[in-house]
């Protein structure tokens, strides 16, 4: 606590994290997809670039706070020695600055732009996938613009191997009317998969079941991991497979009520019981 660096980036933590908190939690919804995601990251991102824009004001910010934080527990405030050569941390050439300006050379502004980077490597690259799933969602005008073609055709040959690449663009172009006349507009991947007719247009469903799948993050899996830790323990490490997805799904769907009646008849029919269960 009294190291100068630990307690500023502590601060510069509490601050960036507290822009992708609304980010932390969609993440964690069971219902979220590509679309959705891009969106909100673009949002993220393009707010940490104004801060990043603007780091004088915003890093002088914190930097009260952590003076106010600072003399409330007696810690004195000190920048790192600076040398001729160093290997082990960063060694700018800021021999006459302030503590502060320091500090926002150090470790704001590299973890800012840190930030920024992996906020883009994870979400935004894959918006030039998702251009060509936005032509399915779009419904402003019945003509399908060149450009659209172009990334529908680039998301076809990607997605080669399930769709077929010679009436693909025919069923989106009747597609697109379909959306304009019944005036539908799409709230999620989701609602488009269900608007969508498998027999009359089967590459677009196709393509919607593939957007719909895409992993937008890891935490349905991590979900269904931490069940399976309170289902499959050391009593129950012999139980077959049937009874562990059971037990798994019933753990995690807890809100579809099972009565026990309909158990009990389910079991009863399925072999020969001394007993006569079924009332």
């Given at each position: 606590?009294?190291?100068?660096?630990?307690?500023?980036?502590?601060?510069?933590?509490?601050?960036?994290?507290?822009?992708?908190?609304p980010?932390?939690?969609?993440?964690?919804?069971?219902?979220?997809?590509?679309?959705?995601?891009?969106?909100?990251?673009?949002?993220?991102?393009?707010t940490?670039?104004?801060?990043?824009?603007?780091?004088?004001?915003?890093?002088?910010?914190?930097?009260?706070?952590v003076?106010?934080?600072?003399?409330?527990?007696?810690?004195?405030?000190k920048?790192?020695?600076?040398?001729s050569?160093?290997?082990?941390?960063?060694?700018?050439?800021?021999?006459?600055?302030?503590?502060?300006?320091?500090?926002?050379?150090?470790?704001?502004?590299?973890?800012?732009?840190?930030?920024?980077?992996?906020?883009?490597?994870?979400?935004?690259?894959?918006?030039?996938?998702?251009?060509?799933f936005?032509?399915?969602?779009?419904?402003?005008?019945?003509?399908?613009?060149?450009?659209?073609?172009?990334?529908?055709?680039?998301?076809?040959?990607?997605?080669s191997?399930?769709?077929?690449?010679?009436?693909?663009?025919?069923?989106?172009?009747?597609?697109r009317?379909?959306?304009?006349?019944?005036?539908?507009?799409?709230?999620?991947?989701?609602?488009?998969?269900?608007?969508?007719?498998?027999?009359?247009?089967?590459?677009?469903?196709?393509l919607?079941?593939?957007?719909?799948?895409?992993?937008?993050?890891?935490?349905?899996?991590?979900?269904?991991?931490?069940s399976?830790?309170?289902?499959?323990?050391?009593?129950?490490?012999?139980?077959?497979?049937?009874?562990?997805?059971?037990?798994?799904?019933?753990?995690?769907?807890?809100?579809?009520?099972?009565m026990?009646?309909?158990?009990?008849?389910e079991?009863?029919?399925?072999?020969?019981?001394?007993?006569?269960?079924?009332?």
């Amino acid at each position: 606590m009294e190291d100068t660096e630990f307690l500023i980036s502590f601060y510069i933590v509490k601050f960036l994290f507290s822009f992708c908190l609304p980010l932390c939690k969609q993440l964690q919804k069971v219902q979220i997809d590509l679309k959705k995601t891009i969106a909100i990251v673009e949002n993220v991102v393009i707010t940490l670039k104004a801060i990043r824009d603007n780091y004088k004001t915003e890093f002088s910010q914190i930097y009260i706070n952590v003076k106010m934080a600072a003399d409330n527990v007696g810690i004195e405030l000190k920048k790192k020695r600076v040398i001729s050569k160093q290997t082990l941390r960063d060694n700018p050439n800021l021999l006459d600055c302030s503590i502060e300006h320091y500090y926002c050379v150090t470790v704001f502004l590299p973890y800012v732009d840190y930030y920024l980077m992996q906020l883009t490597e994870r979400f935004i690259n894959h918006k030039a996938i998702f251009e060509g799933f936005n032509c399915i969602f779009q419904s402003e005008s019945l003509m399908v613009e060149m450009e659209d073609i172009v990334a529908f055709q680039k998301l076809v040959e990607f997605y080669s191997s399930t769709i077929d690449q010679h009436s693909s663009i025919a069923e989106l172009k009747m597609w697109r009317v379909k959306l304009v006349n019944e005036k539908i507009v799409f709230t999620s991947g989701l609602h488009a998969l269900d608007v969508c007719d498998k027999e009359f247009y089967p590459n677009i469903h196709e393509l919607l079941k593939i957007f719909c799948t895409l992993p937008v993050s890891t935490a349905t899996p991590e979900r269904c991991f931490s069940s399976l830790k309170r289902i499959k323990s050391y009593l129950r490490n012999s139980m077959t497979e049937n009874r562990l997805n059971g037990l798994a799904l019933l753990a995690c769907h807890r809100s579809i009520q099972i009565m026990p009646d309909e158990v009990i008849d389910e079991l009863s029919i399925q072999k020969n019981r001394k007993l006569d269960f079924v009332l």
